[in-house]
């Protein structure tokens, strides 16, 4: 088979496919139906500042939950898990890689509200971004470094916990939702 026989049916094909646009944007009454359903004609409402009263209900309904508490609970957890591990296994290696794995989760997390949230932080999607990276930095460093911190480390332990701490930040969200006030 040479070379032009080959080209033969892919061309074939795309020949065939532009065949099919032109006959689909011959009929362009049927593309502006489906447009106008898309974009409505009547603008948007105007927006309307809230009064102070309408302020302060909003935040009754929606409080707002501080980040060093989201920081306590995960510490808490982080702690109550090392122990499980430590009092099931009876293994100290267990427990210590446990509490490694909590402080992998938690003091990147620490390091990142400090930065964001901190006396001369400033409030950006950039500064939320560099404060990201050097968390997921510091979390991948300390993964990195476990080997050589934890004298025998418990992998599925440290693992276990870290997953563990890292989730309370989306329960907390969850509970907060369901928290709300009607």
């Not at 080959?6 to 009454?29: F, H, I, K, N």
């Not at 009064?51 to 982080?78: D, F, K, M, N």
């Amino acid at each position: 088979m040479n070379k032009s026989e080959r080209s033969a049916p892919a061309s074939a094909a795309s020949a065939a496919r532009e065949e099919q646009v032109a006959q689909a944007s011959t009929s362009g009454a049927e593309v502006d139906a489906w447009q106008e359903g898309l974009w409505p004609e009547e603008p948007d409402p105007p927006v309307q500042p809230l009064t102070h009263e309408e302020a302060q209900a909003l935040r009754a309904r929606y409080p707002v939950v501080s980040a060093w508490r989201v920081i306590a609970t995960q510490v808490a957890v982080g702690v109550l898990v090392a122990l499980c591990w430590g009092a099931l296994s009876g293994s100290r290696s267990a427990l210590l890689s446990s509490l490694y794995g909590a402080a992998v989760a938690v003091l990147p997390n620490v390091l990142m509200v400090r930065g964001l949230f901190g006396r001369n932080a400033g409030r950006s999607v950039g500064g939320l971004l560099f404060w990201e990276l050097v968390k997921i930095g510091a979390s991948g460093a300390m993964l990195a470094l476990s080997p050589s911190l934890v004298p025998s480390l418990n992998w599925a332990a440290m693992l276990v916990t870290m997953v563990l701490c890292m989730k309370v930040i989306g329960v907390t969200l969850l509970w907060q939702g369901r928290k709300k006030k009607s």
